[in-house]
């Protein structure tokens, strides 16, 4: 076609993407809840331990995430837009997340 490349969406890089949403949306939901178990006083040590290792099971899925998003921005003829954005979302959600579980042990000081 004219000397240009067809440039396609790899599967690696939707599979980031929308990895990527899932974990937004997860990582959202779960602090929400844990705000509003805390400000209930339904927060007890099991619940805590059960919010704890959901935000551990969605960091995890980030890291699939951003391995996923490297690996489809390699790829010669694909295209960037979807595992770019899967990789900086993964990634911003992950540094966000710590950074507010930061502030809040540093809030219980």
Do not use: H, Y
């Not at 805590?48 to 996923?68: D, E, K, Y």
Request: a positive charge.
């Amino acid at each position: 076609m004219n000397g240009q490349d067809i440039r396609i969406n790899k599967g690696t890089g939707i599979a980031s993407f929308v990895i990527a949403l899932v974990v937004l949306l997860g990582v959202f939901l779960t602090f929400i809840i844990a705000g509003v178990m805390k400000s209930s006083g339904a927060a007890t040590p099991m619940t805590n331990m059960v919010v704890g290792s959901t935000l551990f099971f969605f960091w995890l899925l980030a890291g699939l995430g951003i391995a996923l998003g490297i690996a489809g921005c390699i790829g010669e003829n694909a295209k960037k837009t979807l595992p770019v954005l899967g990789l900086v979302i993964n990634t911003f959600v992950v540094v966000l997340s710590i950074l507010l579980i930061l502030i809040g042990l540093r809030m219980l000081r």
